[in-house]
């Protein structure tokens, strides 16, 4: 989603006459409601634009920023006529019907990510793993010469065999969930799991299926290409497959190299992520403006990048809070650079670093 600043998108109050704190005659004047823009339809009801608005955030929380204005528009025009229903029709219908609002949310929601877009997030949550698993292993061999000589390890209940716990709050299309199964197995980290949660199902349809074009695919670095396998020459048995080459994966081949002499149109080109990072990835429906908990299980990294932004201060400090609930003690909550600053929880610090907003949960 285009990123805006807050001051550009949160500057309304209770008592402003519309979401965004200008009246449709502002709308006028700023040009928005310019015949090309605006349909008819609801041009000639333009209370019906200030409800959507708010009835998205009343369901979500997400406060669409005003150079969204016009998508919103289109959106709500797009599922009434898909569902030939009229506009009144259509308001009536999503209050009690959970699959139109679904469908609604999605074509309003503009899932937009990227695969490695914050590096050092990546690089840093990759470190903590390590760390884990090194001190797990370490605790495991102490553990088991302290047993006595034929007892047996349960691995169910050894503590020391859980796994390293992420999860991505807002995860989008799954590029950052992946980019992490890529950066954890590439170290040689095996004992983990990465839990994805979005509102919108269509991406998280997107994010399961792990399939990409290949302007997505460019993005992943060389060390990680080889998480990548081509869909369309997979499926031509006559050729050698870019997938059997990446089945090697001490391979130091460029696929991309390899695509682009052999299919005709790059840009048709799907990147499919390779089978052995899906076991360790789950992506769930999850709305993190309610109080339900996404998952039991307490976290050692939550990641909420590129979401909070679209929040009300208040929504978010709430949101955070629930966050740091579900965290271990002594894990970590990451955000992207810049976001929420205002944030002072008692139970959690602020960890120093130059590129990656922490934090460390130091009570519970
Ligand atoms: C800009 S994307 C960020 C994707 C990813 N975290 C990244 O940094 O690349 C924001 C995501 O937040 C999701 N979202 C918005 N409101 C949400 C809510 N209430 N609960 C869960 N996800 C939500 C949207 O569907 C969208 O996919």
Redesign the pocket.
């Known amino acids: 989603?285009t990123r805006i600043t807050k001051s550009q998108s949160i500057q309304h109050t209770e008592n402003s006459s519309n979401l965004y704190g200008f009246t449709l005659k502002d709308s006028v004047d700023m040009g928005v409601t310019n015949s090309k823009l605006i349909s008819p339809r609801l041009r000639d009801r333009p209370i019906a634009a200030r409800q959507w608005q708010r009835y998205i955030e009343k369901k979500?929380?997400?406060v669409l920023p005003d150079e969204q204005f016009q998508w919103l528009l289109n959106a709500v025009e797009r599922t009434a006529a898909e569902n030939t229903l009229s506009l009144s029709q259509l308001w009536d219908a999503v209050q009690t019907d959970n699959q139109l609002n679904q469908q609604l949310l999605d074509t309003v929601?503009i899932?937009?990510?990227?695969f490695f877009?914050h590096q050092p997030s990546i690089d840093f949550v990759t470190a903590l793993a390590a760390q884990y698993c090194q001190q797990s292993r370490h605790s495991c061999v102490e553990d088991c010469l302290e047993r006595p000589v034929g007892s047996r390890v349960d691995r169910n209940v050894d503590k020391n065999n859980q796994p390293f716990r992420i999860w991505?709050?807002?995860?989008?299309t799954g590029?950052?969930v992946w980019s992490l199964a890529m950066s954890l197995t590439a170290s040689h980290i095996a004992n983990y799991k990465i839990l994805g949660?979005?509102?919108?199902q269509q991406?998280l349809h997107r994010a399961r299926t792990g399939q990409y074009d290949q302007r997505q695919q460019q993005l992943i670095p060389f060390a990680y290409q080889r998480f990548m396998q081509s869909v369309v020459l997979s499926e031509q048995k006559d050729r050698q497959t870019v997938s059997q080459r990446q089945v090697d994966m001490n391979s130091q081949e460029v696929p991309r190299l390899v695509l682009d002499s052999a299919v005709p149109n790059k840009n048709l080109a799907t990147w499919q992520i390779t089978p052995q990072l899906h076991e360790h990835v789950d992506f769930i429906w999850?709305?993190?403006?309610t109080k339900d908990p996404a998952t039991l299980h307490l976290q050692h990294v939550i990641l909420c990048?590129?979401?909070l932004i679209?929040f009300r201060q208040f929504d978010q400090r709430d949101i955070l809070t629930r966050l740091a609930a579900q965290c271990e003690l002594g894990g970590h909550i990451i955000l992207?650079p810049g976001e929420a600053l205002f944030w002072r929880p008692s139970n959690m610090r602020r960890v120093t670093h130059s590129k990656v907003n922490v934090w460390q949960k130091i009570s519970a």
């Not at 991505?168 to 989008?172: A, R, T």
């Not at 949660?197 to 919108?200: A, L, M, P, Q, T």
Request: hydrophobic fraction near 35%.
């Open positions: 989603m979500i929380g997400f929601l899932p937009e990510s990227r877009r991505s709050v807002g995860c989008s590029q950052e949660s979005d509102v919108s991406a999850h709305n993190i403006f990048q590129n979401m679209y992207a």
